[in-house]
């Protein structure tokens, strides 16, 4: 604990060590010269999300090795535990089925190290300006406080998440369903550095359609919503011309936690429901 501890007060030092600016790897920056300049950069990013920018920011390529291990190691443990599970398990839960599953293997120093870092340098390092509501690598879901939701895969936290949902459904109709629920913060890992892997490396890129872990509110709150029988495109832009978010928009009480141009450096979501 003591290891984690330093790791959280050294945060921006091992930001700089991992993350290096744009400049010592001999980029060019993006235009900054006037606050004008600064948001149109910023809303073209968000615009243009899965695209390679010249000042992204990507992982240092020695990282690469800790990165694909760490991260099957994850998809390993999810395949153990099922998809529902795995949304609940914490970073000690998924130590424990390393070291009690030799398919899945013990995670190593080098891993442990490589996820701390990930997890505690400062998302706006790489673009993502939103709050970080989870602090602590270690951090908890009380599974006495969550409800699993009935074919849907996705627990929600009791109270006013289970609540909403349940009145978006009476008001919006049964196509409206829960796409995405609680995530730990492994799980957000698990996200997160699948992007990373599948961008080679571009965190930037990753933190613009991915919170990185312990900035999601879906480990407080949150949910996803979305079309029966739409898949995929739920989460797409597509999902604006669905039945379910013209309905959705009508009720006028809800609230979009990344609207459109929004101002957290993430792109348009609108199936994601802020509660949290």
């Not at 235009?31 to 010249?54: C, N, W, Y």
């Not at 080098?110 to 340098?121: K, P, V």
């Not at 933190?207 to 995929?232: C, E, M």
């Amino acid at each position: 604990m003591e290891r984690r501890r330093f790791l959280k007060q050294a945060a921006l030092v091992l930001t700089l060590a991992v993350f290096p600016c744009a400049e010592s790897r001999g980029e060019v920056p993006s235009p900054s010269g006037s606050v004008d300049a600064h948001i149109r950069d910023r809303l073209m990013k968000q615009r243009l999300f899965d695209t390679v920018f010249e000042d992204d920011i990507f992982l240092e390529e020695p990282l690469f090795p800790q990165l694909d291990s760490s991260l099957a190691r994850l998809q390993k443990v999810q395949a153990l535990v099922g998809y529902s599970n795995f949304s609940l398990l914490d970073f000690d839960e998924v130590l424990k089925f390393g070291k009690a599953y030799a398919d899945i293997g013990e995670f190593s120093p080098s891993e442990l190290d490589f996820l701390e870092r990930i997890f505690y340098s400062q998302g706006e390092t790489y673009g993502f300006m939103g709050e970080k509501p989870i602090k602590t690598i270690t951090g908890k879901i009380s599974k006495n406080k969550v409800e699993k939701i009935p074919l849907t895969g996705n627990y929600l936290y009791q109270g006013r998440p289970v609540e909403l949902y349940r009145d978006i459904q009476k008001q919006v109709g049964s196509d409206a369903i829960l796409t995405s629920g609680v995530r730990s913060v492994m799980k957000q890992f698990l996200l997160f550095l699948n992007k990373a892997k599948a961008s080679r490396g571009n965190l930037s890129l990753a933190s613009r359609s991915l919170a990185p872990p312990g900035y999601s509110f879906h480990g407080i709150g949150d949910f996803d919503v979305g079309q029966r029988g739409y898949g995929s495109q739920n989460f797409t832009e597509a999902f604006t011309q669905t039945p379910v978010y013209k309905k959705l928009i009508d009720l006028g009480y809800l609230k979009f936690r990344y609207e459109r141009d929004n101002n957290q450096g993430v792109r348009f979501e609108p199936w994601h429901i802020e509660v949290a």
